[in-house]
Each structure stands twice: as C-alpha cells, then as structure tokens.
C-alpha cells in the first residue's frame, strides 16, 4: 500500500502564494501516477492537477482551467514528492487540498485514485 501526507498549507491574504507538498511511502513513487484535488467549503472534491509518471522525455502535467497559469504540480522522484506551486491566490481557492495517486494512469477523476492523503487546509483571505 501506499501512505500520503500533505503539508504546506495556511493563510495566506488574496495575491499571494503557497507551496503544498505529499510524501509518499510504502510503494517506489515514480511508478505513481499523482494528481492533486481541493475541496471548497459547501462543495464536491474537484479536480486541480495532475502529474503523470516520469518517462523519457519528463512527466506531463495537466491543469483544472480555474487554476491553469496560477499553479504549476512537479515531482521529486529521489524525494517521493509531489508539489503544488501557487500564487495570485484568490479567495476561491480555500478549500481542503488532497493529493492522491495510482499505478495505472493519468486521470482528472477523482474515482480513479486510489491512493490518498489526509488533506491540508488552505485559507485565503484578506
């Protein structure tokens, strides 16, 4: 199996910036393919990034169009983790952030991770 914890979350006020990190164990973590989700107060979990394996020619990302240019997701193979870079953060960015993983394949679908964290919190707000 395989273990995720989130760190990195706060308050921070409107245009500024948070870096979110998961360490992953239990399982080598280039073989996952990562995503991160949030969960605002009052809605479902919704989609952010995505990260697929690293291969020959890198990992490719993929952005939840509310975020896209705002957030940028990487991996640190030797480190087991994940980030979430972001800035000019508004205030419909609080929620609940979850990164979460699986072996297959990328997937914006939160029904297709198995794998999750615990989540940490991220407040924006003047």
């Known amino acids: 199996q395989v273990q995720l914890v989130e760190s990195g979350g706060g308050l921070v006020q409107p245009g500024g910036s948070l870096n979110l990190s998961c360490v992953a164990s239990?399982?080598?973590?280039?073989?996952?393919?990562m995503g991160w989700f949030r969960q605002r107060p009052g809605s479902e979990r919704e989609f952010v990034a995505a990260i697929t394996k690293s291969g020959k020619n890198g990992a490719l990302t993929y952005y939840a169009q509310p975020v896209k240019g705002r957030v940028r997701i990487a991996r640190d193979d030797a480190k087991s983790t994940l980030y979430l870079q972001m800035n000019s953060l508004k205030p419909e960015d609080t929620a609940v952030y979850y990164c979460?993983?699986?072996?297959?394949?990328?997937?914006?679908?939160?029904?297709?991770?198995?794998?999750w964290g615990q989540g940490t919190q991220v407040a924006v707000s003047s």
């Open positions: 239990g399982r080598p973590f280039r073989d996952l393919y």
């Open positions: 979460a993983g699986n072996s297959d394949y990328y997937a914006s679908n939160l029904d297709a991770y198995y794998y």
